[in-house]
């Protein structure tokens, strides 16, 4: 059987302006994916923190 991880694997954070995000992250070479529009509506970037850890910063479905 395979190990069982503990501990932290993903931290998500509310980000208001994706793009603003986007252009800043881009050039850092940070996103791994995104931005990504769920079908209900809200907007998700991928990153990964200097220790590997998924961070993501999010838009909640109908927040401008």
Do not use: K
Request: glycine fraction near 14%; hydrophobic fraction near 35%; aromatic fraction near 6%.
């Amino acid at each position: 059987a395979g190990q069982r991880q503990v501990g932290l694997r993903e931290v998500a954070l509310r980000g208001e302006d994706q793009e603003a995000w986007h252009q800043y992250l881009q050039p850092l070479g940070l996103i791994v994916r995104g931005p990504v529009r769920r079908p209900d509506g809200a907007m998700q970037i991928f990153v990964r923190d200097p220790d590997g850890h998924l961070v993501e910063l999010f838009r909640g479905p109908g927040e401008t």
